[in-house]
């Protein structure tokens, strides 16, 4: 992929009004927000919701280009108990499946 189409900044700083305008909901009129605009890595989501920039994040470009995003993330962040398979999906599990270290090496 070439380093013009993959980035490594935050989320933040690829949309800024993104969060800051849920921050700013959540701080003054004291709703549930939730952050939007370029949240692709796990990292990201966390740190929005840990950090009180948003009560949840929404994705819809990282969730159509891996469906399994969800999954990935809970592996990177270390959650993987929390997370239930559905039982067809059991046998990819990372763990249970050897190729799981070769198809998700960052995981």
């Known amino acids: 992929m070439p380093n013009s189409v993959r980035s490594t900044t935050t989320s933040a700083s690829r949309c800024p009004r993104c969060v800051s305008t849920a921050r700013m909901m959540r701080a003054h009129a004291r709703i549930h927000t939730r952050a939007v605009g370029m949240i692709v890595?796990?990292?990201?989501?966390?740190?929005?919701?840990?950090?009180?920039?948003?009560?949840?994040?929404?994705?819809?470009?990282?969730?159509?280009?891996?469906?399994?995003w969800v999954w990935h993330a809970a592996e990177k962040l270390g959650a993987e108990g929390s997370?239930?398979?559905?039982?067809?999906?059991?046998?990819?599990?990372r763990g249970l499946w050897p190729g799981a270290v070769l198809a998700r090496p960052e995981g």
């Open 41 to 68: 890595e796990p990292q990201q989501a966390e740190s929005i919701v840990s950090e009180g920039k948003a009560d949840t994040v929404a994705l819809a470009r990282a969730l159509l280009d891996n469906p399994r």
């Open 83 to 93: 997370i239930t398979y559905p039982p067809q999906y059991e046998r990819s599990k």
